[in-house]
Every structure is written in C-alpha cells, then in structure tokens.
C-alpha cells in the first residue's frame, strides 16, 4: 500500500501561482496530478514517470503547468502559473508501478491522494 499526501492548494487570482506537492512512502514509478470538480468527471491534468522523466500534459495546462518529482524526498510537485478560473477544482495527487510506455494521463492509478481544493477567482 502506497499512501500519498498532498499540499498547497488555496486561493489566487487570476493569474496566480500555486505549487502542489505530494509526498509518497514509497518509490513509486509513476506519478501525476489529476482534478475535478462537483459534478464533473476527472480530469487528468499532467503525469511523470520518476524513472525515465517522461511527461504528459494535458492541453489545457501545456506552458502553464509544470510537474516534476524529487527522488530523494519521493515528492512530486505541480507548480501551476498564470492561473484561470476554470482552473478552479480539487486537485488529486495518484501514483501506480506503470513503466515508461503505460505512464500516460489515461491510465487508471491505484493509490490516490486525499485531494486538495485550487480555487481562482477572476
């Protein structure tokens, strides 16, 4: 079992930066951030694998979101810039033992993060 807990959610404005992290209790290969809000499915927002470094991004953030992990502290992050606020959802850390090929944003995770509340306010 892989617990993951997550931090840095809040509030900005339009135009804001916030940085998630998620620190996992173990090595776990692949890694990503995912969001969504009431009433709507999930979304995957970008995703890494910790070996390889292979990233994906979903268009949506490309070039304003940014993912990336510290192998020593098992801690991955999302730094998100220039915020919007149809960026404004709960944000779920989630983690799997995919290799580089199967780490990508549609693949199913099976641990997951408590979750944490991004809201942006224009």
């Known amino acids: 079992q892989v617990v993951l807990v997550e931090s840095g959610g809040g509030s900005v404005q339009t135009g804001g930066s916030l940085r998630l992290s998620c620190t996992a209790s173990?090595?776990?290969?692949?890694m990503g951030w995912f969001r969504q809000g009431v009433g709507e499915e999930r979304e995957g927002v970008a995703v890494?694998?910790?070996?390889?470094?292979?990233?994906y991004y979903a268009r949506g953030v490309q070039g304003r979101f940014t993912i990336s992990h510290d192998k020593a502290q098992n801690t991955l992050y999302l730094q998100m810039d220039s915020l919007q606020p149809e960026d404004t959802d709960k944000y779920y850390c989630?983690?799997?033992?995919?290799?580089?090929?199967?780490?990508?944003?549609?693949?199913?995770?099976?641990?997951w993060g408590q979750g944490t509340q991004v809201t942006v306010s224009s």
């Open positions: 989630a983690a799997d033992w995919y290799g580089s090929s199967n780490c990508i944003l549609a693949a199913p995770m099976g641990y």
């Open positions: 173990d090595s776990i290969y692949c």
């Open positions: 890494t694998h910790t070996t390889t470094g292979t990233t």
